[in-house]
């Protein structure tokens, strides 16, 4: 019934910028928070960023000051600057309502050259 499609991937130099995006639709209880979480080849899923419904962030140590989330309505956004080969990955919308269900977007791959 929720759907949470992410977008704006694909491929970028190293320095450059990508801006990812995730619209969410269907019914869902109030957004609680949304986020993003990235996973490369080999590698565990790690969190990148999150956004409250207040508009409290939190950013992985590795993405401080590069990359940027904000929310308009229900969709969030995610600001990638200063891309790094290491960033890339499949990047993953989360979404999780007041009443802690979660939801998924499809994923959208990343690949950052050097």
């Known amino acids: 019934q929720v759907q949470l499609v992410d977008a704006g991937g694909g491929l970028v130099q190293a320095g450059g910028s990508l801006r990812l995006s995730c619209a969410a639709s269907?019914?869902?209880?109030?957004?609680?928070?949304m986020g993003w979480y990235r996973q490369a080849p080999g590698k565990q899923r790690e969190l990148v960023a999150t956004?409250?419904?207040?508009?409290s962030t939190n950013y992985a140590d590795s993405v401080k000051g590069r990359f940027t989330i904000s929310r308009a309505e229900n969709t969030v956004y995610l600001q990638m600057n200063s891309l790094k080969p290491e960033d890339t990955a499949v990047y993953y919308c989360?979404?999780?309502?007041?009443?802690?269900?979660?939801?998924w977007g499809q994923g959208t791959q990343v690949t950052v050259s050097s």
């Open positions: 989360y979404l999780r309502d007041v009443l802690a269900n979660a939801y």
């Open positions: 269907g019914r869902f209880y109030s957004i609680n928070v």
């Open positions: 956004i409250t419904s207040a508009g």
